[in-house]
């Protein structure tokens, strides 16, 4: 006969029952995990972002606008002279001979932009450049202050050439004096100014020939003929370097002045005229004599030109006068005769009777 489970034992069973279970269950979530994987949630729903549409705006037409000028300058890059297989070399001659202490300046171009060096010459007059490039250059010497080139010399130096250059300078560091007069022709009893201008030559630091004007020292001027000096012959030269000196004519004749500034001299020269007096112009005469106007010498006149009929009886009648030309009167005087009629050609004044003829009585005609 079965015996029934004991109480024990039935409970160990449920409790095993109950594990696999549970063990089931976990095994199958891990394999639902492992085989599929979990859904994303859909993404809501966008609205597109709206812009506003608007229409092009016309562009302004600029093809006849000028354009306004910008200054400035393009940009130069640096030249190099040194960092060649060259070796320049050359002398500075002057005007007696080899110049020492010189300055020659090498000038490199490459296109618009430039590099120079400087280099002095020995005792010798003598001067060197090594290791330079090849190129075009520009030359030039000087010595501070009174030796210099008035123009440089330019040439193309071939990267092979072999330069022995000869630089030749002249000497400015003269005086220059110079005169003039205001008037060439001054009158008789008028006055003439004479002014010179002093100046000095020298050459600054950088082998510039300059000008200065020589100011605050002393010139002096001494005449020759007919006029005279009005004032001290010795004149302080101004800042500009002008100094000036007034003359007055005596008489007619030719005249001078000679200018003595920083031990340099120079001469003006001018002629002083006789004064020539212009007579106003004669009106032209307008005679009041008409027609049946009659008239006996002497008559000052003016009568007009016309015929004229003696109206007395004295036998041959002989007028002088004096004539209207257009532009005066003639100082030449004229005669006309006649025993009854006489004509007068021209306006004629003055009249008199010739010599010792008889005074006849005119009557004008026409």
């Known amino acids: 006969m079965a015996q029934p489970p004991k109480a024990g034992a039935s409970t160990g069973r449920a409790s095993r029952v109950v594990s696999v279970a ?54 130069g890059f640096p030249v190099a002279v040194h960092g060649g297989d060259l070796v320049m070399t050359g002398t500075v001659q002057g005007p007696d001979g080899p110049v020492a202490g010189a300055t020659v300046r090498l000038e490199r171009f490459v296109g618009q932009s430039s590099g120079r060096l400087e280099v002095r010459t020995d005792d010798d007059g003598e001067w060197i450049a090594v ?14 202050p009174d030796l210099a080139m008035a123009a ?21 560091d003269g005086a220059d004096v110079t005169g003039g007069v205001d008037d060439t022709d001054p009158e008789v009893g008028a006055t003439a100014t004479v002014t010179a201008l002093a100046t000095r030559q020298q050459v600054d630091g950088q082998g510039i020939i300059t000008t200065s004007p020589a100011s605050g020292r002393d010139a002096s001027v001494a005449a020759f003929g007919p006029w005279r000096l009005d004032g001290a012959p010795i004149a302080v030269i101004d800042a500009a370097g002008r100094v000036g000196w007034t003359f007055t004519c ?55 030109a016309g015929t004229y009929t003696v109206i007395d009886d004295p036998g041959t009648c002989a007028l002088t006068y004096e004539a209207w030309t257009g532009t005066d009167w003639d100082p030449a005087r004229r005669t006309v005769t006649g025993t009854g009629v006489i004509t007068i050609p021209e306006i004629a004044r003055d009249l008199e009777a010739l010599g010792d003829s008889p005074a006849c009585t005119y009557e004008r005609t026409t």
């Open 250 to 304: 005596e008489a007619a004749g030719s005249v001078s002045a000679r200018i003595v500034a920083l031990g340099t001299e120079t001469t003006v020269s001018a002629t002083c005229v006789v004064s020539v007096v212009v007579e106003p112009p004669v009106e032209p005469p307008e005679p009041d004599f008409p027609v049946g106007a009659s008239f006996a010498p002497p008559y000052g006149g003016p009568i007009p």
């Open 22 to 75: 549970v063990c089931v269950a976990l095994l199958g979530a891990l394999a639902a995990g492992c085989s599929s994987e979990p859904e994303e949630a859909a993404p809501p729903p966008s609205t597109p972002h709206q812009r506003p549409i608007r229409a092009p705006e016309p562009l302004p037409d600029t093809r006849n606008v000028s354009l306004a000028r910008v200054d400035g300058t393009r940009g």
């Open 152 to 172: 440089s010399e330019l040439r193309f130096i071939a990267a092979s050439a072999e330069v022995d250059l000869s630089l030749d300078v002249a000497r400015y």
């Open 131 to 144: 290791d330079v490039h090849g190129g075009r250059y520009r030359f030039r010497a000087w010595r501070t």
